[in-house]
């Protein structure tokens, strides 16, 4: 009996080796060591030659001296740079698309995606018309395998702020790393701010400029007094009628508090300084996303405390410089170049900022485009804090991202090369200690070069029909081509395709009298193009291209 007992005990010894080890199991003996590598900590000097260890997810040490774990998978890092893991500051990633919306039809549809029209996705039971629905939270809806996070995490972003797509109030962000099977997997912090954009509603109130700011007025005021009203009655209710329950003032009430910082979209000079009189009148935690004129109310900005979440979408070129074009207006010219500058002054004004993506069209431009800040004025050094520790205060996770130190989320960027340098490439990316496939970019299928042709595009703008003639010339997933037509000639520029059939590009349209840049977005299918049209100053839109002619 005793030698069955042994058996037995060593069957079962065995037998908990041979079983499968599970994911969480796994990630809890998952220790990793970057030795050799210079290694830039943000939060002290750099380290020309150092050691990081990475151990169940968290930076476990960092220095030049740090010895190696037994247990680590060792990374040489001779020639790499390790710095902490990028932050795009404000995104709409692991969001679904919005899909494009059908004619018009009843309730001022006019064919929008998004807001305006159709109307922004809604909570449920809510007092107020999509648009004006601060309670809703984009926690609910992230989607993880996103696609174009795996091209964020290609340029070496690690953790994004996601908001909500559109909309007067919004909703409320979440602060998500790039990596994980579930949204609970993504999320680092949820809710982290209130979002607030300036484009009025198609086809309900507020329609104009002027409603949307006393329509944030009224609600802020309404939710000052729903508060009030609740705390009375939560302390003595004998008596009282009851308030009803009402979500949207609710979800504002740690706005109005102070409690919960607010996101204002705004670019241009007149925007940011509205926004700011707003937030001194209600007293707000305010943060400026976009920022393009930023640099104009520098002095405010730092007199009220408020950062901005800087967009590296610059203004570029999108006709051909030849000699035949007509010159571009001064203006024109000059914002360009001023677009350049704004992070360079910003930073000597001593205003707090980190960059974001701007619905970059080709994210490869993300740091080609900060680079042309440096090159304008902003130090490298605070080029790369605008791309860690700076978002990570502003958004309030500075004690978990932002910098290499022990103890902090072990999401990390490693290159080969200084990070903006033209020539340098990510070589590696750990994501919550854990490292992850950096995938070349999908190309088209090489000879399948099915866009190639003459397109009449039929745009729905500003619930009218417009069309103009867009002829494109591809090779793999390169995309050239030009436009013309009553709104316009000129060529194309940003512009890509993927062997999923997307196809992206921008070009100037004279829309409303005014040259402004569209970007275009849409998905080949049935020797169609769809999606949705995005102009900078004006409503978006959709647009529906069908093939009229074939390449020479």
């Given at each position: 009996?005793?030698?069955?007992?042994?058996?037995?005990?060593?069957?079962?010894?065995?037998?908990?080796?041979?079983?499968?080890i599970?994911?969480?199991q796994?990630?809890?003996?998952?220790?990793?060591?970057?030795?050799?590598?210079?290694?830039?900590?943000?939060?002290?000097?750099?380290?020309?030659?150092?050691?990081?260890?990475?151990?169940n997810?968290?930076?476990a040490?960092?220095?030049?001296?740090?010895?190696t774990?037994?247990?680590?998978?060792?990374?040489?890092?001779?020639?790499?740079?390790?710095?902490p893991?990028?932050?795009d500051?404000?995104?709409?990633?692991?969001?679904?698309?919005?899909?494009?919306?059908?004619?018009?039809?009843?309730?001022?549809?006019?064919?929008?995606?998004?807001?305006?029209?159709?109307?922004?996705?809604?909570?449920?039971?809510?007092?107020?018309l999509?648009?004006?629905?601060?309670?809703?939270?984009v926690?609910?809806?992230?989607?993880?395998?996103?696609?174009?996070?795996?091209?964020?995490?290609?340029?070496?972003?690690?953790?994004?702020?996601?908001?909500?797509?559109?909309?007067?109030?919004?909703?409320?962000?979440?602060?998500?790393?790039?990596?994980g099977?579930?949204?609970?997997q993504?999320?680092?912090?949820?809710?982290?701010?209130?979002?607030?954009?300036?484009?009025?509603?198609?086809?309900?109130?507020?329609?104009?400029?002027?409603?949307?700011?006393?329509?944030?007025?009224?609600?802020?005021?309404?939710?000052?007094?729903?508060?009030?009203?609740?705390?009375?009655?939560?302390r003595?209710?004998?008596?009282?009628?009851?308030p009803?329950?009402?979500?949207?003032?609710?979800?504002?009430?740690?706005?109005?508090?102070?409690?919960?910082?607010?996101?204002m979209?705004?670019?241009?000079?007149r925007?940011?300084?509205r926004?700011?009189?707003?937030?001194?009148?209600?007293?707000?935690?305010?943060?400026?996303?976009?920022?393009?004129?930023?640099?104009?109310?520098?002095?405010?900005?730092?007199?009220?405390?408020v950062?901005?979440?800087?967009?590296?979408?610059l203004?570029?070129?999108t006709?051909?410089?030849?000699?035949?074009?007509?010159?571009?207006?001064?203006?024109?010219?000059?914002?360009?170049?001023?677009?350049?500058?704004?992070?360079?002054?910003?930073?000597?004004?001593?205003?707090?900022?980190g960059?974001?993506?701007?619905?970059?069209?080709?994210?490869?431009?993300?740091?080609?485009?900060?680079?042309?800040?440096?090159?304008?004025?902003?130090?490298?050094?605070?080029?790369?804090?605008?791309?860690?520790?700076?978002?990570?205060?502003?958004?309030?996770?500075?004690?978990?991202?932002?910098?290499?130190?022990?103890?902090?989320?072990?999401?990390?960027?490693?290159?080969?090369g200084?990070?903006?340098?033209?020539?340098?490439?990510?070589?590696?990316?750990?994501?919550?200690?854990?490292?992850?496939?950096?995938?070349?970019?999908?190309?088209?299928?090489?000879?399948?070069?099915?866009?190639?042709?003459?397109?009449?595009?039929?745009?729905?703008?500003?619930?009218?029909?417009?069309?103009?003639?867009?002829?494109?010339?591809?090779?793999?997933?390169?995309?050239?081509?030009?436009?013309?037509?009553?709104?316009?000639?000129?060529?194309?520029?940003?512009?890509?395709?993927?062997?999923?059939?997307?196809?992206?590009f921008?070009?100037?349209?004279?829309?409303?009298?005014?040259?402004?840049?569209?970007?275009?977005?849409?998905?080949?299918?049935?020797?169609?193009?769809?999606?949705?049209?995005?102009?900078?100053?004006?409503a978006?839109?959709?647009?529906?291209?069908?093939?009229?002619?074939?390449?020479?």
């Amino acid at each position: 009996m005793p030698n069955v007992r042994l058996i037995v005990l060593f069957f079962a010894l065995v037998s908990s080796f041979l079983l499968p080890i599970t994911s969480a199991q796994r990630s809890a003996i998952d220790t990793y060591a970057i030795t050799n590598a210079r290694i830039v900590t943000v939060s002290g000097p750099a380290i020309d030659r150092g050691t990081v260890v990475v151990r169940n997810g968290l930076i476990a040490a960092v220095g030049a001296s740090v010895s190696t774990p037994p247990d680590a998978r060792v990374i040489d890092g001779t020639g790499l740079t390790v710095y902490p893991g990028l932050i795009d500051s404000y995104t709409n990633l692991a969001l679904p698309e919005p899909a494009p919306s059908p004619s018009p039809g009843g309730g001022g549809g006019g064919g929008f995606f998004a807001a305006p029209p159709p109307r922004p996705v809604g909570g449920p039971n809510s007092t107020q018309l999509p648009g004006l629905q601060p309670e809703v939270m984009v926690e609910d809806v992230i989607r993880p395998g996103d696609t174009d996070i795996e091209t964020s995490r290609n340029v070496g972003i690690t953790t994004a702020l996601t908001s909500p797509r559109s909309g007067i109030w919004m909703g409320q962000s979440a602060l998500i790393n790039l990596a994980g099977d579930t949204p609970q997997q993504m999320i680092v912090r949820s809710p982290v701010a209130m979002h607030v954009g300036f484009t009025p509603l198609r086809g309900a109130y507020p329609g104009s400029l002027m409603g949307v700011f006393a329509t944030l007025r009224q609600m802020m005021l309404d939710a000052q007094r729903y508060r009030d009203s609740v705390k009375i009655y939560e302390r003595n209710p004998r008596g009282v009628r009851r308030p009803e329950v009402d979500r949207s003032l609710a979800a504002l009430v740690p706005v109005v508090d102070g409690q919960m910082p607010v996101v204002m979209l705004a670019n241009s000079e007149r925007e940011i300084s509205r926004a700011l009189d707003l937030a001194a009148e209600f007293k707000l935690r305010l943060i400026i996303a976009g920022g393009r004129e930023a640099n104009r109310l520098a002095e405010r900005l730092v007199k009220q405390n408020v950062p901005v979440l800087l967009s590296l979408n610059l203004p570029r070129r999108t006709t051909p410089a030849v000699p035949e074009a007509d010159p571009e207006p001064l203006r024109v010219l000059r914002d360009r170049v001023e677009a350049q500058q704004t992070a360079g002054k910003l930073a000597r004004a001593g205003v707090r900022f980190g960059f974001q993506s701007g619905s970059l069209t080709n994210m490869s431009d993300l740091l080609v485009n900060a680079s042309r800040t440096i090159e304008n004025g902003l130090q490298p050094v605070d080029a790369v804090r605008a791309f860690t520790i700076w978002p990570a205060q502003i958004l309030g996770v500075e004690n978990q991202l932002g910098s290499i130190e022990p103890g902090k989320i072990a999401n990390l960027t490693v290159t080969r090369g200084d990070l903006f340098d033209r020539n340098s490439r990510v070589a590696h990316v750990f994501i919550d200690g854990r490292p992850v496939d950096l995938r070349p970019p999908e190309r088209a299928v090489p000879g399948r070069n099915i866009l190639s042709g003459q397109w009449t595009v039929n745009l729905n703008l500003d619930q009218a029909d417009r069309t103009i003639t867009l002829t494109l010339q591809q090779e793999g997933d390169r995309l050239t081509g030009s436009i013309s037509g009553p709104l316009g000639a000129g060529e194309i520029s940003n512009a890509s395709t993927s062997s999923t059939g997307e196809v992206r590009f921008t070009v100037a349209l004279n829309v409303e009298g005014q040259t402004k840049e569209a970007t275009f977005t849409g998905r080949f299918e049935n020797n169609q193009i769809r999606g949705n049209v995005a102009i900078v100053g004006s409503a978006p839109g959709t647009f529906t291209a069908t093939r009229s002619g074939q390449p020479n």
